[in-house]
């Protein structure tokens, strides 16, 4: 007889809460790091105190997903007949477990999705309400945040149960809301930019190909989905929306309430634009050239003279990576295969082909490689999805699969809420010695 997916994770988390237990109970005073008056002033940047196990960004390697590097996590996750992509399924098993599941595992998941999928009427109904001038994201996080009526966990709590089970609702409500986010996403999308014209979803498709049916995009298109799901999953949790989702989660809240939260930060430009922000730029560049597909010596001159005037090439280095981001790799795999007449790629291309040598030789970045941003808004672009403020809910779709699991576990291993402690600015003249 199989083991479904919740079986699976309720053996896993049998087996890690006495780990935990150990740290806590016999190494709770062992000094992590240390924290200075910079990181406290400035983000805490790089300050070691979170915890999770559903991914870890390594400087070399890329993001890892439950230790796998993200090539990995493509060439070893079940794909659909005839695609490319992974199934969207295979990762939240994989982030759930920590193991690759097979064939067998993966379609019981796209079923128990399927299962889930469907939107109460009410979300239609409050989405329509919604002038039609409103930002997508607002819609979306106004969406998830109505469907907290419908939390599991939250009556399940307030009926009194065990915190040794608080993640068993959890869990089901990170399945019911997974299901339903890409039904949430394309409905906005069609009445937004599309005449309010929605597309059913179909029964037993997986999800990305799911969504790329509801959007209304033909093949690839649910490849691109797939894979741009999966490379937005997870981020580790001191990011913007995830740390946002973590926190509030940390208070009990629900997995609707969390996640509304996780999509608020994320929809902050500081976070989650910077692909249509690079979309943008690249279009510029196309116009400012006049549409000219440039020689490698005519696009390197046109990047140090934007260096000179004292401009940065947008998508390039990242606070983390010292080398190309994989996210990006991965996607221009797909590029050269599929786009590789688009004039927007091709402008792509010669930025990566000229950019990383420039800032190795201006050497003020740390990191010249491109990241992910260099080039998701360019292939969204090619498929028709050009309205930029759109971007930020496909990308807010794929991280709640992640931040969603690291909540399922957080309710698991019973972790607190989160309060940390302020200093003033007395304080830390004080300590500073001023």
Excluded at 211 to 228: C, E, H, L
Excluded at 344 to 360: A, E, G, M, N, S
């Amino acid at each position: 007889m199989s083991v479904t997916l919740k079986e699976k994770l309720y053996e896993k988390i049998q087996e890690w809460r006495p780990r935990t237990a150990a740290l806590l109970k016999d190494h709770s005073d062992k000094v992590v790091g240390e924290v200075t008056i910079g990181q406290a002033i400035g983000g805490m940047r790089s300050v070691k105190s979170l915890v999770t196990d559903i991914s870890y960004l390594d400087p070399e390697e890329g993001i890892r997903y439950r230790g796998y590097t993200l090539p990995e996590v493509f060439e070893k996750l079940p794909k659909p007949e005839g695609s490319e992509m992974p199934y969207v399924e295979g990762l939240i098993y994989l982030l759930l477990t920590g193991d690759m599941p097979t064939e067998s595992e993966v379609s019981d998941v796209v079923g128990e999705l399927n299962k889930r999928r469907i939107l109460p009427r009410y979300v239609y109904e409050m989405l329509d309400a919604f002038p039609a001038n409103s930002h997508p994201m607002a819609m979306f996080s106004s969406a998830i945040l109505s469907l907290s009526r419908e939390s599991c966990f939250s009556h399940k709590y307030h009926k009194g149960i065990s915190k040794m089970d608080y993640w068993d609702s959890t869990y089901e409500d990170f399945m019911n809301m997974i299901a339903k986010l890409p039904e949430i996403g394309a409905y906005i999308y069609r009445k937004l930019y599309r005449g309010g014209e929605r597309i059913i979803s179909k029964p037993f498709l997986d999800l990305g190909a799911n969504f790329a049916n509801m959007m209304g995009i033909a093949k690839p298109y649910d490849d691109v989905s797939r894979m741009y799901l999966i490379i937005h999953a997870d981020h580790e949790s001191g990011n913007v929306s995830a740390h946002a989702g973590h926190l509030v989660a940390s208070a009990l809240s629900d997995m609707y309430l969390s996640t509304s939260a996780m999509v608020n930060g994320l929809a902050g430009p500081l976070h989650g634009l910077a692909n249509q922000e690079v979309l943008r730029w690249i279009q510029g560049v196309h116009s400012d050239m006049l549409g000219k597909i440039p020689t490698e010596d005519e696009m390197r001159s046109f990047v140090w003279d934007t260096l000179n005037a004292g401009n940065v090439i947008p998508g390039y280095g990242h606070a983390v990576l010292r080398k190309t981001d994989p996210r990006y790799s991965i996607q221009r795999d797909f590029a050269l295969k599929y786009l590789k007449d688009d004039p927007l790629f091709k402008y792509t291309d010669l930025l990566y082909k000229v950019v990383p040598p420039i800032l190795l030789e201006q050497g003020k970045a740390k990191n010249p490689w491109p990241n992910v941003d260099a080039q998701s808004g360019v292939i969204q672009w090619h498929y028709g999805v050009k309205e930029y403020e759109f971007y930020t809910v496909m990308f807010a779709i794929g991280r709640a699969i992640g931040v969603g699991a690291n909540i399922v576990w957080d309710r698991a291993l019973g972790y607190p809420l989160e309060r940390p402690k302020s200093l003033t600015t007395a304080m830390l003249e004080k300590i500073a010695g001023i």
